[in-house]
């Protein structure tokens, strides 16, 4: 419900049919760059998403974005179609300054539950009917919400001690079971990162899961709306999945960020990205299998270190294309920092050689895993995820296509080089631990092929048509719109929220993490499970506290 003017809407085709489905709901039109827009009234927030999930087909709450105005708060829900992400729609929720109330969404999308509390937490905006809305990123005593326009942040906090209630609820316990409540991190290597897990047994069993993230924020969203579009953004989305995914995340803010501008990339500089972000992806997954074994079986001297071995390949060849080993920093709006590293048949070599040498080792790795009778004990049929359910935690990337949901926004919603390019999307439909192995492993072969591709095209590029950015001004200042735009990460659908307004920095930024969304899909894999289970689930998922922290 910004000030600009109206911006048509990038999937015409819905527009009109559902500005005639939410008209009894709809109190003004707000188009966003990527989707029509309806304003609607915050005590008919569930009224509407039904509609829209139930009649028009729209299954995907792929993000919530709240945001506060100097007269308003707002909340937006990011609607997508699972079968078509480029059928977009946005709800927008304006609710008063001095009475920030509005319906949750959880009815309706169960992902909406954490997102929601993010809202709460960081801005401050109350949700009735929410099932359990408290703090997620920061500690219940903590005092203000950090992202809104009052937040005085040199204000000292005071940490009151308070009685912690008996996590037991009278649904987990009777008299006739054995129940205990068992901390779970936040300091253990099967962790995963700084993530406590409030765990509640019954007997071996688990009863109840809750995920409590939150020790490991970084203030990612202030930091990038303190940050200049063209220069000084661009450093820290390396810093959300630090691990492997840092080419995509660059890649998720640069999509967003030169839509927004009407910024064009050339088709060199596209073909490069796409082979950097595959080799990125193949990063991640190398060191979520390893990790992976470990945490399952102990799997150190075999499984880990081959992984480690292969995925220090890969990372010497974005060393040799970026100068860097963790933080690559490469992309640019407009394009890439720079070309390739010369002499380019010598780095051309260097990757042809890891690929010509991949399906042995993926064999490998088969051998050691998938075929092995101990990992299989371990992995098949535990933490089973049906499809409609990965849905509506909104999970994407690995998790959800190893439950049979077909999602990858490669290919759904094309963008870079993929739609010249010869590859496959990798799905299952067991939904359990040993499906999203399963899955990872195959990714990485169709990432393969992607680069080997990628290599073939490079190799053949004219000289004098190697243009590694467009004409970019130096400062960038976007006209006032808002846009969500995302790409397929290496852990699933990794979106940017932008609200411009005319000045170099964005008013809004918004992450939208797909870690995030995942984590809180593990009570619906472990609970009725066991212990080890629980951790086997918990690693399946491959999640980065950098990214879900933000």
Same mark, same amino acid.
């Given at each position: 419900? *910004?000030?600009?003017?109206?911006?048509?809407?990038?999937?015409?085709?819905?527009?009109?049919?559902?500005?005639?489905?939410?008209?009894?709901?709809?109190?003004?039109?707000?188009?966003?760059?990527?989707? !029509?827009?309806?304003?609607?009234?915050?005590?008919?927030?569930?009224?509407?998403?039904?509609?829209?999930?139930?009649?028009?087909?729209?299954d995907h709450c792929s993000n919530v974005t709240a945001q506060e105005y100097e007269d308003r708060f707002e909340s937006i829900y990011h609607l997508k179609k699972y079968a078509d992400p480029t059928a977009e729609v946005s709800v927008?929720?304006?609710?008063?300054?001095?009475?920030?109330?509005?319906?949750?969404?959880?009815?309706?999308?169960?992902?909406?539950?954490?997102?929601?509390?993010?809202?709460?937490?960081?801005?401050?905006?109350?949700?009735?009917?929410?099932?359990?809305?408290?703090?997620?990123?920061?500690?219940?005593?903590?005092?203000?919400?950090?992202?809104?326009?009052?937040?005085?942040?040199?204000?000292?906090?005071?940490?009151?001690?308070?009685?912690?209630?008996?996590?037991?609820?009278?649904?987990?316990?009777?008299?006739? *079971?054995?129940? &205990?409540?068992?901390?779970?991190?936040?300091?253990?290597?099967?962790?995963?990162?700084?993530?406590?897990?409030?765990?509640?047994?019954?007997?071996?069993?688990?009863?109840?899961?809750?995920?409590?993230?939150?020790?490991?924020?970084?203030?990612?969203?202030?930091?990038?709306?303190?940050?200049?579009?063209?220069?000084?953004? &661009? !450093?820290? !989305?390396?810093?959300?999945?630090?691990?492997?995914?840092?080419?995509?995340?660059?890649?998720?803010?640069?999509?967003?960020?030169?839509?927004?501008?009407?910024?064009?990339?050339?088709?060199?500089?596209?073909?490069?990205?796409?082979?950097?972000?595959?080799?990125?992806?193949?990063?991640?997954?190398?060191?979520?299998?390893?990790?992976?074994?470990?945490?399952?079986?102990?799997?150190?001297?075999?499984?880990? &270190?081959?992984?480690?071995?292969?995925?220090?390949?890969?990372?010497?060849?974005?060393?040799?294309?970026?100068?860097?080993?963790? &933080?690559?920093?490469?992309?640019?709006?407009?394009?890439?920092?720079?070309?390739?590293?010369?002499?380019?048949?010598?780095?051309?070599?260097?990757?042809?050689?890891?690929?010509?040498?991949?399906?042995?080792?993926?064999?490998?790795?088969?051998?050691?895993?998938?075929?092995?009778?101990?990992?299989?004990?371990?992995?098949?049929?535990?933490?089973?995820?049906?499809?409609?359910?990965?849905?509506?935690?909104?999970?994407?990337?690995?998790?959800?296509?190893? *439950?049979?949901?077909?999602?990858?926004?490669?290919?759904?919603?094309?963008?870079?080089?993929?739609?010249?390019?010869?590859?496959?999307?990798?799905?299952?439909?067991?939904?359990?631990?040993?499906?999203?192995?399963?899955?990872?492993?195959?990714?990485?072969?169709?990432?393969?092929?992607?680069?080997?591709?990628?290599?073939?095209?490079?190799?053949?590029?004219?000289?004098?048509?190697?243009?590694?950015?467009?004409?970019?001004?130096?400062?960038?200042?976007?006209?006032?719109?808002?846009?969500?735009?995302?790409?397929?990460?290496?852990?699933?659908?990794?979106?940017?929220?932008?609200?411009?307004?005319?000045?170099?920095? !964005?008013?809004?930024?918004?992450?939208?993490?797909?870690?995030?969304?995942?984590?809180?899909?593990?009570?619906?894999?472990?609970?009725?499970?066991?212990?080890?289970?629980?951790?086997? *689930?918990?690693?399946?998922?491959?999640?980065?506290?950098?990214?879900?922290?933000?």
């Amino acid at each position: 419900m *910004s000030s600009q003017s109206p911006i048509e809407p990038r999937n015409d085709d819905l527009d009109e049919p559902l500005a005639e489905l939410l008209s009894p709901y709809t109190v003004a039109r707000d188009d966003h760059r990527n989707a !029509p827009g309806f304003v609607v009234r915050p005590d008919e927030v569930q009224d509407v998403l039904f509609t829209l999930r139930d009649e028009a087909g729209f299954d995907h709450c792929s993000n919530v974005t709240a945001q506060e105005y100097e007269d308003r708060f707002e909340s937006i829900y990011h609607l997508k179609k699972y079968a078509d992400p480029t059928a977009e729609v946005s709800v927008i929720v304006p609710t008063p300054r001095d009475d920030p109330v509005s319906q949750s969404a959880e009815p309706v999308y169960r992902t909406a539950d954490w997102h929601e509390r993010e809202a709460y937490d960081l801005v401050g905006i109350e949700y009735e009917d929410h099932p359990d809305l408290r703090r997620i990123l920061l500690p219940e005593t903590w005092q203000g919400h950090p992202m809104g326009l009052e937040y005085n942040q040199e204000k000292p906090q005071i940490v009151t001690l308070e009685a912690h209630a008996n996590p037991l609820e009278d649904d987990q316990h009777d008299a006739g *079971s054995d129940t &205990m409540f068992l901390n779970i991190g936040p300091h253990h290597p099967a962790t995963h990162g700084v993530l406590h897990i409030e765990t509640v047994l019954d007997g071996e069993q688990v009863a109840a899961v809750d995920p409590d993230p939150g020790y490991l924020h970084r203030c990612e969203e202030q930091l990038c709306q303190q940050g200049t579009y063209r220069h000084e953004i &661009m !450093p820290y !989305p390396d810093r959300w999945d630090y691990l492997g995914g840092q080419i995509l995340n660059e890649w998720a803010y640069a999509r967003t960020a030169e839509e927004l501008a009407d910024l064009d990339v050339p088709e060199y500089a596209q073909l490069i990205r796409t082979m950097s972000g595959e080799l990125s992806r193949i990063l991640a997954h190398m060191l979520a299998i390893g990790t992976f074994a470990l945490d399952v079986y102990g799997e150190f001297t075999a499984t880990f &270190m081959y992984a480690l071995r292969d995925r220090e390949i890969v990372q010497g060849i974005l060393e040799d294309l970026t100068g860097q080993r963790l &933080m690559f920093n490469y992309l640019r709006l407009g394009g890439v920092a720079w070309d390739l590293p010369e002499p380019r048949a010598a780095f051309f070599t260097k990757i042809r050689d890891f690929l010509n040498e991949l399906p042995h080792k993926l064999d490998e790795y088969h051998d050691l895993l998938t075929t092995n009778e101990i990992f299989q004990l371990r992995c098949v049929d535990t933490g089973v995820l049906d499809a409609e359910t990965a849905k509506q935690y909104g999970c994407t990337g690995p998790v959800a296509r190893a *439950s049979g949901v077909d999602y990858d926004l490669r290919r759904d919603d094309p963008y870079g080089y993929y739609p010249e390019l010869d590859w496959d999307v990798v799905t299952a439909e067991e939904g359990d631990n040993y499906a999203r192995v399963l899955c990872r492993l195959q990714e990485i072969e169709q990432s393969a092929r992607i680069i080997d591709q990628c290599v073939d095209l490079l190799e053949d590029w004219p000289t004098d048509d190697r243009e590694i950015q467009s004409n970019v001004p130096r400062t960038l200042r976007p006209d006032d719109a808002e846009l969500y735009r995302a790409v397929e990460g290496a852990k699933g659908e990794l979106g940017i929220y932008i609200r411009s307004d005319g000045t170099d920095t !964005p008013a809004r930024f918004k992450i939208r993490s797909p870690c995030f969304a995942n984590l809180h899909a593990l009570e619906e894999m472990a609970v009725g499970e066991y212990v080890p289970d629980l951790i086997a *689930s918990l690693a399946s998922l491959d999640i980065v506290l950098g990214e879900v922290d933000r």
